[in-house]
């Protein structure tokens, strides 16, 4: 029987995600003021960390927003209206940039990807033949909602091939987990959020610019105000920001972007490449089957067995039982599908333990498992991938 007094919650989905005691002691300092020196020393090294995530020597700029906001910022600094956009709509997110086209006086060409399935690139290829004025390619790198990771590589390839758009990227769930190196894929726009692989509480995103796409700003003629990037780059100059920065999230960043680069890119893929193997082994160990055809390391998303009708007690229960949130289906998919995050600041027993619950709780709704034997196959992931690493 569950005593409150030792309750424990536990995050699995895929953002907020949790974040670590000494980054929650960093932002729980007394608050800088924003125009100090202290402030913009600090302001000057996450920018540069931040460079060295997205893997760029351009500037990168951050905002007092969620994602959405860094989309948005691209979408009326890089864009004029009535431009011609195709997005790639493959899941929830996929459908944000069409909405944010549609609000901003685009014209969207909408490629509808089967939800679970990756976007061709030849599809891309024939509608920019078809589309020839199309002055940029939005798409999801890690579509969040369906666990499935596009690729962006090959995208980038064939759209620097056949045009002159701009590559734009939502990285929200993929930046910090795999390698997207920006500038050698020729990557124009990528952008990402706080509360994902950077082990932060929601309310900062992040947006980095090629040349190129800052060269398509003096075309731009969408209005504009708080997501202005000519005011960041003014503010710039002095080193600090436009507006009022989230300060303690952006002290806290500080030290996350500190031991991203202490342990290295390399080591931080290779991580959740470990955890997503080893998930994926133990939930079709359970006698799940995996929902994206092409699964990213950010989350994994997973059908509901035929064997348990209502699926969204699935989620219910694992926050009930157990403290854990895992995440459910969106759309036509809620009560069908649920996702199990290991993106940020998760490690082996992490896994080892929301697969145990899970476990307990599939047999409970009446799935026939044998217990251990998903968290038997996450362990035997582990230990292989370690002594191969």
């Keep these: 029987m569950k005593h409150p007094v030792f309750e424990k919650l536990r995050i699995f989905a895929p953002g907020p995600t949790p974040v670590p005691e000494a980054v929650l002691l960093e932002m729980s300092k007394p608050t800088l003021h924003h125009r100090t020196k202290e402030f913009i020393a600090i302001l000057e090294r996450v920018r540069k960390g931040l460079q060295f995530v997205f893997q760029t020597t351009q500037p990168t700029y951050l905002f007092a927003a969620s994602g959405s906001g860094a989309m948005e910022a691209t979408i009326v600094n890089c864009l004029a209206q009535k431009d011609e956009v195709i997005v790639i709509d493959g899941g929830k997110f996929g459908e944000r940039w069409t909405k944010l086209a549609q609000a901003f006086g685009l014209t969207p060409h909408v490629y509808k990807v089967e939800w679970g399935q990756a976007a061709d690139p030849k599809e891309i290829e024939k509608l920019l033949k078809t589309h020839p004025q199309v002055k940029a390619v939005l798409f999801q790198a890690s579509e969040t909602s369906t666990g499935v990771f596009h690729p962006v590589k090959e995208i980038a390839e064939v759209v620097k091939k056949h045009s002159d758009a701009l590559v734009v990227v939502d990285a929200i769930t993929a930046l910090g987990v795999c390698n997207l190196p920006m500038d050698s894929w020729g990557l124009d726009a990528v952008v990402s959020g706080s509360q994902k692989a950077f082990m932060l509480p929601p309310g900062l995103a992040f947006l980095a610019l090629s040349q190129k796409a800052q060269e398509a ?30 300060v303690s999230l952006i002290c806290g960043l500080d030290l996350v972007l500190k031991n991203m680069q202490t342990v290295g890119l390399p080591a931080i893929f290779n991580h959740h490449q470990r955890l997503a193997e080893a998930t994926r082994k133990g939930l079709k160990a359970m006698g799940l089957e995996l929902f994206a055809k092409t699964p990213g390391d950010s989350v994994t998303s997973v059908w509901v067995p ?84």
Excluded: C
Aim: without cysteine.
């Design 217 to 246: 700003r003096k075309r731009s003629n969408i209005p504009h105000f708080y997501y202005s990037l000519k005011a960041e780059d003014k503010a710039a100059l002095t080193g600090e920001t436009a507006w009022t920065p989230a």
């Design 306 to 389: 035929p064997s348990i009708p209502e699926g969204k007690k699935i989620i219910s229960l694992m926050r009930d039982d157990f403290g854990i949130t895992i995440a459910g289906g969106q759309d036509q998919y809620k009560g069908k599908i649920f996702r199990v995050a290991h993106l940020g600041w998760f490690d082996e027993l992490d896994m080892i333990s929301v697969l145990g619950a899970l476990e307990i709780t599939l047999k409970k709704l009446g799935h026939d498992l044998q217990f251990g034997k998903g968290v038997g196959a996450a362990a035997q992931s582990f230990l292989e991938s370690g002594q191969n690493g």
